[in-house]
């Protein structure tokens, strides 16, 4: 094989292993550290209190020398699993050499264009431009709005309840979640957002408010320049729409001479067992966003992919000093070759069954919903009487930590278990994860 080891060569001995109580003690230090230093603002050490020491594969070592199976994998970034020998060789090649470039060319820029090419969906194929901007997802998305604004002419965007599309001006207008928006408001004028549906009927009343929004003269907004849509909601709660939504949302888009965007940020770069997720459904976009995965090492890399004949802007249409982070995109190639070598996308798809089984088996159906593709997987839980379950979902990734997994969250209410494990986890990884992963979800419902 020559695009490095087996993924089970990939990762740190026997995980999960657990030195301490979680939080350690040195973890309990270096939080206290950085709480007295870093903004306000930090998010993940509240929900799981550990410091990082080092990573390998789907394995992660804190600074107490507990050892987690990982199964968020840095929030669906690290989808070759961390610090990859085969990512990393090729990485470091390109900073021995060369790495901040801006947009000149260099070789690798354009091969990894060429290698994103290589894995477009559908009739993106052979017929797109990139752009690279800043290097993250909500900048992709800064761009995607500047370029569907530049295409069409008008200024409003359509979007879904339940989005999360980023953190900055344009994106988080597009998101929909309040608590992210409050106190910034007013972001971008003559946004929409639309229900994401996941059942049949909620997909044709979706469909019908869209169309009325587009079509009906009195509407009551002028339309919008694009529809932005996760093909697969993410920090919504891991939503599947139904098979009609992206295709009718295609043909809106088209009636009605607006841009069709997905947002491949989370749901991309194989996450769902398809190269992207818009394969699920044979749906192709004008234009798609990607972020997180694409940087092979968990680099920053943020990028537009569009069909060729919107590429109407001129020099500086988006831009950004770090437009384009060389190493990143040496360890994008390297991830995408060590993807296709290792058939990776088919082990995610097989992979991601047997957890979703797993997890079936350990719920009750009544007030569970098991739902994904590929490694791409929510757990929805409520009560019986339809309430969402947040706290019991912060009570098993409690207990998951506890025992040496990592899990997360997601979902409008804090009420889905998200799972988004390395495309390079081993069935014994997912076999021993699993078992104190359902043990969790027992000990609490
Ligand atoms: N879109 C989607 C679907 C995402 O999941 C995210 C990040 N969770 C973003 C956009 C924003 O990406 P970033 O955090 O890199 O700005």
């Known amino acids: 094989m020559s695009a490095g080891p087996p993924i089970d060569e990939l990762h740190l001995a026997d995980a999960p292993h657990l030195e301490t109580s979680i939080p350690g003690p040195e973890s309990d230090r270096l939080i206290e550290r950085q709480k007295r230093i870093e903004s306000n603002a930090v998010a993940y050490p509240r929900s799981v209190p550990i410091a990082l020491d080092a990573a390998k594969g789907s394995t992660v070592r804190d600074v107490d020398g507990n050892i987690f199976l990982d199964f968020f994998a840095g929030i669906g970034v690290l989808n070759v699993g961390h610090s990859n020998p085969y990512v990393l060789e090729g990485v470091h090649e390109q900073t021995e ?42 900048d992709a998305i800064e761009g995607s709005i500047k370029l569907a604004k530049h295409n069409t002419g008008r200024t409003g965007l359509l979007a879904f309840e339940g989005a999360y599309h980023g953190s900055t001006g344009g994106a988080l207008s597009l998101t929909a979640g309040k608590k992210y928006k409050k106190g910034y408001e007013p972001l971008l004028p003559g946004v929409v957002h639309a229900p994401y549906p996941s059942t049949d009927e909620e997909c044709a009343h979706a469909l019908d408010h869209i169309q009325t929004v587009l079509e009906d003269p009195y509407s009551g907004k002028e339309n919008p320049a694009g529809i932005w849509v996760e093909p697969i909601q993410g920090e919504g709660g891991v939503v599947v729409p139904p098979q009609e939504f992206l295709p009718g949302l295609r043909d809106l888009a088209d009636d009605n001479d607006v841009m069709l965007i997905f947002d491949e940020i989370q749901s991309g770069f194989g996450r769902s067992g398809k190269w992207f997720a ?66 990776l996308l088919a082990h995610a798809r097989d992979l991601g069954t047997y957890l979703r089984d797993r997890l079936a088996e350990a719920t009750d159906p009544a007030t569970t919903e098991v739902r994904g593709e590929g490694l791409f997987i929510g757990v929805e839980m409520w009560d019986e009487d339809g309430n969402p379950l947040s706290d019991t979902v912060k009570a098993i990734q409690k207990y998951c930590y506890e025992h040496g997994v990592l899990v997360w969250s997601a979902g409008r209410y804090g009420n889905v278990l998200r799972l988004l494990p390395a495309l390079v986890m081993t069935k014994a990884q997912a076999e021993a994860g699993m078992d104190i992963i359902t043990a969790g979800i027992e000990a609490h419902t």
């Open 278 to 343: 818009s394969e699920w459904s044979g749906v192709t976009p004008d234009a798609m966003t990607m972020a997180k995965g694409i940087g092979g090492a968990g680099l920053p890399l943020g990028a537009v992919m569009y069909h060729e004949k919107f590429d109407t802007w001129g020099p500086g249409g988006h831009i950004g000093t770090f437009r384009g982070n060389v190493p990143a995109m040496r360890g994008g190639i390297r991830a995408i070759e060590y993807i296709e070598e290792h058939d």
């Open 97 to 138: 050499k060369i790495t901040h470039t801006i947009d000149f060319p260099t070789e690798t820029r354009l091969d990894f264009i060429e290698a994103l090419d290589g894995i477009a969906p559908g009739g993106l194929k052979g017929n797109n431009k990139v752009v690279f901007g800043g290097p993250s997802g909500s």
